[in-house]
């Protein structure tokens, strides 16, 4: 009796602009905007530069973001703010062959008296569903099938959404361990008080009291969903010991004003 491969499915998830074997979306976001009672259109590139094609299957989905701004992923239409029922899509099964560049069109009609006054989002997955097997020598044994998953975020404004603000709303210095290692790391709590999805950086800086020395890591990237309040950490590895001024600086780009927060901190030996 000849033993049947074993195939695994992985599933990869894309949510950022980027290159998986050679096939590429763009953009990775689509923000709808428009009067009540309009449809409005944007377009998304699909580039397959590789030897095969590639079938997709298209699906909704919900998503939000959690106090770590972590995505997690719900049935179409099941969140209060989702705008999966007004979305339409031309097909729900899509082919790239290999060498084509192609556009694909997500419609979004907007409701004839739109009250919403709320950012709505939702999710367009592209699944791939004619993944080959890794080994196709046909030899027994295990193969392992890798399947890819897009996901393009959907988002409209209404017209009537306030941008709000940004705000913190705790800063605090804690030291950690890395397994056994003793480091350190910057927490802020923030809050987005408008009603409209907001992204920007939040960047760190430390200053050594005693000696000027200063610490500044890389920015950390944000994005946040309508009035709510998420949780950054900023690791910082082994501090010298000393005391230190330590400021946090939420960037939201030019439409909004850079909020800043300081603390003095005290690291032991």
Aim: charged fraction near 20%; hydrophobic fraction near 40%.
């Amino acid at each position: 009796m000849s033993q049947r491969p074993f195939c695994l499915l992985l599933s990869l998830l894309f949510c950022c602009h980027l290159q998986a074997q050679q096939i590429s979306f763009s953009p990775m976001r689509l923000f709808f905007k428009g009067a009540p009672g309009e449809t409005v259109s944007e377009t998304i590139t699909i580039a397959n530069t590789t030897g095969q094609p590639y079938e997709f299957l298209l699906s909704l989905k919900d998503w939000n973001r959690d106090s770590l701004g972590i995505k997690h992923y719900f049935p179409a239409n099941s969140l209060p703010h989702s705008n999966a029922k007004s979305i339409s899509l031309p097909q729900t099964s899509f082919i790239v062959t290999p060498g084509e560049k192609k556009t694909y069109t997500v419609n979004l009609r907007i409701p004839p008296a739109d009250t919403q006054k709320t950012a709505s989002n939702s999710m367009l997955f592209f699944t791939q569903v004619n993944a080959p097997p890794a080994d196709a020598t046909g030899k027994p044994g295990i193969g392992i099938r890798v399947s890819m998953e897009f996901g393009i975020q959907l988002f409209y404004t209404p017209q009537a959404a306030e941008k709000g603000t940004f705000q913190f709303l705790a800063f605090n210095y804690e030291p950690w361990y890395i397994k056994d290692s003793m480091a350190h790391r910057l927490v802020v709590k923030y809050q987005n008080t408008g009603r409209v999805h907001k992204d920007g950086f939040i960047r760190f800086e430390l200053t050594n009291k005693q000696t000027g020395a200063e610490i500044r890591p890389a920015p950390v990237p944000i994005a946040i969903a309508p009035q709510s309040d998420q949780v950054v950490y900023c690791p910082l590895g082994k501090l010298p010991p000393g005391d230190y001024l330590a400021v946090a600086i939420l960037d939201a780009g030019a439409e909004y004003e850079l909020k800043v927060a300081e603390k003095n901190i005290h690291v032991e030996e």
